[in-house]
């Protein structure tokens, strides 16, 4: 009877300790609003839960990237109206000048994950230029390397091969003198 008592208190255990590590039964909603104030491009999140602000909650900010989300400054926690406000720099490279953002809430004690996205125009445009392509450079390709890189590989393999030649010369001169000797003799 004894083993039996043990046996469930232990699962008690395991059981209350499982709950309490999912016990962020709150829900949080993030909306994102996006403003340029004088030259700077600012930020919001708004973390509410139930319709109510919610304060001393952190958000990360982050741009999507190609492969992964490029985390922008560090966690910003809300203040008592339930906002937390983020400055983003200018210089974030894109195609069409496009940037999605994201705000997420991770790891809070009080509060599920969250995830709220948007998307601004506030990416610096790359312009690709490829007008040298024809040029001469380190990264072109065969008949477009540098002359002085043709020259110096033609030249280290014609050291190779003439090396290996006069060695194999020098074998067959070796067996030569052998011969000569033994006729001598």
């Known amino acids: ?6 046996f469930l208190v232990t699962c008690l ?5 499982i709950t309490n590590a ?7 909603k993030i909306t994102l609003t996006f ?3 004088d030259s700077l491009y600012v930020c919001k999140a708004l973390v509410t839960s139930e319709g109510v602000p919610v304060a001393e909650v952190p958000v990360n900010l982050s741009v999507k990237r190609l492969f992964s989300n490029l985390p922008i400054g560090d966690a910003v926690a809300t203040d008592s109206t339930g906002v937390a406000t983020f400055e983003v720099p200018q210089d974030i490279p894109s195609k069409n000048g496009k940037l999605t953002i994201f705000a997420t809430i991770v790891d809070d004690e009080n509060y599920m994950n969250a995830k709220a ?3 601004v125009n506030w990416g610096t ?5 490829n007008s040298n392509v024809d040029e001469r450079s380190f990264s072109a390709g065969r008949d477009r390397a540098p002359i002085y ?3 110096a590989s033609l030249l280290i393999i014609g050291l190779i091969w003439g090396t290996l030649f006069y060695a194999v010369l020098q074998v067959f001169k070796l067996k030569k ?4 000797e033994e006729i001598k003799n």
């Open 1 to 6: 009877m004894k083993k039996y008592n043990y």
């Open 13 to 17: 255990v395991i059981l209350v300790s």
């Open 22 to 28: 999912f016990a962020q039964d709150k829900e949080a």
């Open 35 to 37: 403003a340029k104030a």
């Open 117 to 119: 996205s948007g998307e």
């Open 125 to 129: 445009v790359v312009v690709s230029d």
């Open 149 to 151: 890189f043709i020259i």
């Open 177 to 180: 003198l052998g011969i000569v």
